[in-house]
């Protein structure tokens, strides 16, 4: 099992910044990936962002890429997610994933099923 605790959500006005936090605790694999989704009331659950535990690769939805930027401390198993110049359409509820990845795999994964563990999610809202 993995554990995913979140921290860093909040209300923010249009142009402004936040920076995500997620912690992984538990039985995390040698190799990984941690990553956001989001999901806003009515919407289906959508992919943000995605690393490697490497930090080597990284993976970012059209809507974000180039506003937010995604980054891993792999000695705290803590993914961050700084997320600049926001959108009121950016409102949701962020979510943290855990993806165990095969050993020699490089693939930065985005699609839900690809993510076995989830965090509790935090809130993000964006005023205008």
């Known amino acids: 099992q993995v554990q995913l605790v979140e921290s860093g959500g909040g209300l923010v006005q249009a142009g402004g910044s936040l920076r995500l936090s997620c912690a992984a605790s538990?039985?995390?694999?040698?190799?990984?990936?941690m990553g956001w989704f989001r999901q806003a009331p009515g919407k289906e659950r959508e992919f943000v962002a995605a690393?490697?535990?490497?930090?080597?690769?990284?993976a970012y939805s059209d809507s974000v890429r180039g506003r937010f930027s995604i980054s891993v401390d792999n000695a705290k198993n803590t993914v961050y997610l700084l997320m600049n110049s926001l959108r009121p359409e950016d409102t949701a509820v962020y979510y943290c994933a855990f993806s165990k990845r095969d050993y020699y795999s490089n693939d930065v994964p985005s699609l839900l099923y690809e993510f076995h563990y989830w965090g509790q999610g935090t809130q993000v809202t964006v005023s205008s």
């Open positions: 690393i490697l535990w490497s930090g080597m690769s990284t």
């Open positions: 538990g039985r995390t694999s040698s190799n990984y990936a």
